[in-house]
């Protein structure tokens, strides 16, 4: 029986350990402290380190990992990160150790210019590409890129669960109703996550048909959310690549 756990650290990231009971593997361990302490605590073995992308809370605790457990370290082949066995790149599929768990690779550039995403049987971890309702900031991808990495992530099946990096979720709503606030699901959205919260639990994983129903930047066909885009841009705006582009710029200035 396979579980997934978050293992909050830093401000708001979660570092995702799949485990078996026996064996574990872990998504973008930012930090060894607090992944050495569960792994302890559970008596689990490392058998894999995934990293989606090269930002320092992704895999700042990768290289002390794996010299403690020797153990396989993928990563993208796109970007520059000391200490992978094996760099991955769309289409890739790995079979993790320890867990026999089948994962297959998807490019997901935006964020990052390498930055891929682990599709597994109905999970997905993708990092800082796709949050609950929000997606990563572009440093080094343009929208158009975001906005393909994104739409691959939304044609996964609606039930996929998926696994983000950060607890980002209420300021996300927050701003999805500013875009969108005729959103019916969006509002019943605020109330469950609020209440996840409230209880000090994550709002994550979320599911694929949660943020097709919720999330601004996958709704670039809602009239709703281009109408107020192109209100808030003061422009016009033709293309989805557009509209997702004034999304972005709003939500970087959104207090
Ligand atoms: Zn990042
Ligand atoms: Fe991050």
Request: glycine share 10%.
């Amino acid at each position: 029986m396979m579980q997934i756990h978050p293992v909050p650290a830093f401000e708001d990231n979660y570092l995702w350990v799949i485990e078996d009971g026996r064996h574990a593997a872990v998504v973008d361990p930012g930090d060894e402290h607090p992944v050495q302490a569960f792994l302890e605590a559970r008596g689990l073995e490392l058998t894999a380190i995934l990293a989606t992308h090269h930002h320092g809370d992704h895999v700042g605790g990768l290289e002390w990992l794996a010299a403690r457990w020797k153990c396989e370290v993928f990563g993208p082949a796109g970007e520059r990160i000391d200490g992978l066995t094996r760099k991955l790149r769309e289409g890739d599929r790995i079979t993790v150790p320890g867990l026999g768990l089948p994962l297959e690779v998807l490019d997901v550039p935006g964020h990052t210019a390498g930055h891929i995403a682990y599709v597994g049987p109905d999970v997905v971890f993708c990092g800082d590409t796709l949050f609950a309702c929000g997606c990563g900031r572009l440093f080094e991808g343009t929208p158009a890129q975001m906005v393909e990495s994104l739409a691959k992530l939304a044609r996964l099946p609606a039930t996929t669960r998926v696994y983000c990096a950060h607890e980002y979720t209420m300021g996300n709503i927050r701003f999805a109703l500013a875009v969108e606030p005729g959103n019916a699901k969006l509002a019943a959205r605020r109330e469950r996550d609020a209440a996840a919260r409230a209880a000090n639990r994550p709002t994550l994983p979320c599911t694929i048909a949660d943020e097709l129903d919720t999330n601004p930047f996958l709704r670039w066909s809602s009239p709703e959310v281009a109408a107020s885009a192109a209100k808030h841009a003061g422009r016009a705006l033709a293309t989805p690549v557009e509209v997702f582009a004034a999304v972005r710029e709003w939500k970087n200035g959104f207090r």
